[in-house]
């Protein structure tokens, strides 16, 4: 990762590729801040940028071998440290490399709860052990293998065990020069005192909702109305405005294809009924399931409003507005069928059934439903 793929923090980039260019960069380096806007990004783009054999310009290159690797999560001087659970005779942070790079390699802003998730521990508390420490130590008393240091990245700092910081603290009061200590943490008043007055410590702000906005056009494309609304929605957290800005989408494309999928049924148009169900099976599996859901709510939210409930509706605008004409369309001589077909459909689409067969029957089924009269 580069410093330029982040947005916001500009000050502690400048003064992080500073301290790396003067050579002088401090052995423990603390950044801490709210959970969700880029404190682990930031310390792997520092890392990257450490390694980089070609830095120019305040940032990495991104393209050199060692980039390549830092981006590939197995650059070996670069040490990962997170919290885990007690299910190995030993519970250190290696023991769950896999678990670690497929969700770093699926966000770069991961919070605890999905790392909590990842390892499949919902009711144990992830910690940093007193094992961890001592495979650092060892670690750390070596020479690197391929760069001038070693590099740990101890992500949720705060979750170290009382033992484990004490064991820790030789080595980061002590350093080897060769090594960074790169601690990271929403929760610094957590780590112990001793361990924290030893770090340059660097405290992060949420980021302006403008920054965030130009990060989610210019690096993920989301357009510039949606991309303003979920920086808006995220109080300067970029990991929640782009699920906000993604999900946002989605939901656009969702109630366009319904609608379009309603008015064609209605009408009959059984080769458009067809390119239509073409259209969504294409989502793919997992999309489509969400699609069916969503359809399964849209009925749900027109059935209530034709009975007279709009108290009880939870519509977006636009779903609102097709909901004026459309809820007439929908009761009791017909809710019920359509609610069955849905969740059939959802289930056979589980099943690994083909998904254009599925949904060109459901859309059928539909054609027929939506003539039914009001009883
Ligand atoms: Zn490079």
Known sequence: MRFADIPGHEKEKTA????????????????SGPEGIGKLALARAFAQYLHCENRSGGDSCGVCPSCRQHKNLNQPDVHYVYPVVKRKPKAISKDYLEEWRNLLQATDYPSPAQWQDALDAATSQPRIYVDESAEIVRVASMSPL????????IWQADKLMEEAANKLLKVIEEPFADTVFLLVSSEPQKILPTIFSRTQRFNLKPLQQHDVAQWLQSVHGISEAESIESARLSEGRPAAALENARLGQETKEFAEHFRTMMRTAYSRNVAELKRLSEAAAAFGREKLKRFLSYTAGQIRE????????????????????????????????NVGAMSRELTRAISDVEGNANSKLVMFDLYLSMMTLIRKPKP
Not at 20 to 27: E, F, T
Not at 146 to 153: A, E, N, R, S, T
Not at 314 to 331: D, G, V, Y
């Open 16 to 31: 992080l590729a500073a301290a790396a260019d003067s050579g002088r960069v401090p052995h423990a380096i603390l950044l």
């Open 146 to 153: 391929i760069k001038d240091q070693k590099i740990f990245i």
């Open 302 to 333: 027109n059935f209530i409003r034709n009975y007279g409930h709009p108290e009880l509706n939870r519509m977006r605008a636009e779903e609102e507005e097709f909901s004026k004409k459309f809820s007439p369309f929908i009761h009791l001589g």
